[in-house]
């Protein structure tokens, strides 16, 4: 019989742990054991975990602290001490739709090597304006997956425990992007990525600008540590440094040229407004046409801050990478 090892890294998440915690009682396929590494929670995270352990003794949870763990880190403190030989991995701060085990765990039933790839939606707050676009604007939809293209994020990924010792694990040199190396390494090594889009975790997009930049810094500058998209970022920088400043002078020398930029701009940010006019993000069709319009006018917004922050996140990375290339595996 199939046996799964759930595990997943948690940090100050006293607010919402029990929301995952919940969500994994109530999966159709439970999973056989959780394990969770704490990396020295300092708002009583570890008090909410043990606390649900004691109200739900039939779902055996094992935690471990360990202080100052990153997220490669605890992952792999998990891994390490799962018994089993499937490994399905997952984040605090979501929610996992009752089939979500079921469906991941599919995968190996025909292939015990395979990575299971499962997928993630935004779950925006009821009735946030910002939240909604937010979703729309940086979590894809199933539409815009390409199979055969796809890396899983760890938030919505399984894989078997011998995978992810003959990879090394996680790189814990690395603090963010993580799991787009772990993704890599495992295609490197041959593993065969099954796509599995019913496999839904439900995540929260964050709640205001400032959050968001500080996100996608983070994001940028693991890309620049671990020496990742190089060309997109170089593009992202011609377009704001070069294409940009020129079209505004174009445009201010020739009146007409403006509805080229309009319908620029407007390209940029195709993909989310079409998501929200589709009603392709939880709780659109409910709202009213001011709230529609306030999220559809946000998206813009939202897209320049999180470019900005790659911006100035990469290089930093960058510098990280030139300064400590001996830390790197």
């Not at 055996?60 to 490994?87: F, T, V, Y």
């Not at 979590?139 to 995978?163: C, G, M, N, W, Y």
């Not at 995540?203 to 540590?225: E, M």
Request: glycine residues 6%.
């Amino acid at each position: 019989m199939l046996k799964v090892s759930l595990i997943a890294t948690v940090y100050n998440e006293a607010s919402n742990i029990e929301k995952l915690l919940n969500s994994l009682r109530e999966q159709t396929r439970r999973p056989d054991e959780i394990i969770i590494v704490d990396g020295g929670s300092k708002d009583g995270t570890p008090d909410k975990i043990q606390q649900w352990v004691e109200a739900n003794p039939d779902l055996p949870l094992k935690l471990i602290i360990e202080q100052g763990a990153n997220i490669s880190r605890g992952r792999n403190l998990a891994i390490a001490a799962a018994s089993h030989e499937i490994i399905a991995t997952t984040d605090a701060g979501v929610r996992l739709l009752p089939s979500w085990l079921e469906k991941l765990a599919l995968s190996f039933y025909s292939n015990p090597n395979a990575v299971s790839c499962g997928f993630f939606r935004a779950d925006p707050t009821a009735g946030s304006v910002f939240e909604m676009a937010m979703g729309a604007t940086v979590l894809p939809t199933v539409r815009d997956i390409k199979p055969e293209k796809f890396l899983p994020s760890s938030r919505s990924v399984a894989f078997s425990r011998s995978a992810w010792e003959k990879i090394g694990g996680y790189p814990e040199w690395l603090d963010y992007c993580e799991d787009l190396i772990f993704d890599l390494n495992l295609l490197k090594a041959g593993y065969p990525f099954v796509w599995q889009p019913e496999a839904v975790v439900l995540f929260r997009p964050r709640s205001s600008l400032k959050d968001f930049y500080v996100q996608y810094y983070r994001y940028a500058r693991g890309d620049g540590k671990a020496d990742l998209f190089l060309k997109r970022h170089i593009l992202r920088y011609l377009i704001y440094l070069v294409f940009a400043p020129l079209m505004i002078f174009l445009a201010r020398r020739w009146k007409p040229f403006w509805l080229v930029l309009l319908l620029t701009g407007e390209g940029y940010v195709f993909k989310p407004h079409r998501r929200l006019i589709l009603g392709e993000i939880q709780g659109w069709q409910k709202w009213t046409t001011q709230k529609k319009i306030q999220a559809l006018l946000l998206v813009p917004l939202i897209r320049l801050t999180g470019d900005v922050a790659k911006m100035i996140g990469y290089p930093v990375g960058l510098l990280w990478r030139f300064s400590n290339r001996n830390k790197k595996d």
